[in-house]
């Protein structure tokens, strides 16, 4: 059974940068998709990030393209997120997710906790 693992959010000011990973273990996610998508509580979660199996194709909403960077290390099955110029609405509860054969969080395969962000102005 897989399981994934977020960690490095925190509290930081508007301008400021985050990295988060999310390790994965239980299984072998070298043929997933993986990714990040965020909710705020009360609200639908919102896609940010994601990356192909290869690391070679990679997607971003559009309230992160420019700022935020996806990347993953299939060596150590974990997946990063910088997020960097952030912003107070980009606060929420950030989860890595996984899926085989496609990006889309419709249908993710496996999802973490979640790790809280919170931005001050």
């Known amino acids: 059974q897989g399981q994934l693992v977020e960690s490095g959010g925190g509290l930081v000011q508007a301008g400021g940068s985050l990295r988060l990973s999310c390790a994965a273990s239980?299984?072998?996610?070298?043929?997933?998709?993986m990714g990040w998508f965020r909710q705020i509580l009360g609200k639908e979660r919102e896609s940010v990030a994601a990356i192909s199996w290869n690391g070679d194709s990679t997607y971003y909403a559009d309230s992160a393209k420019g700022r935020f960077t996806i990347s993953r290390d299939s060596t150590k099955n974990t997946v990063y997120l910088q997020m960097n110029s952030l912003k107070p609405e980009d606060t929420a509860v950030y989860y890595c997710?996984?899926?085989?054969?496609?990006?889309?969080?419709?249908?993710?395969?496996?999802w973490g906790k979640g790790t809280q962000v919170t931005v001050s102005s």
């Open positions: 997710y996984t899926r085989y054969g496609s990006w889309a969080v419709e249908g993710m395969d496996y």
């Open positions: 239980g299984r072998t996610f070298s043929a997933y998709a």
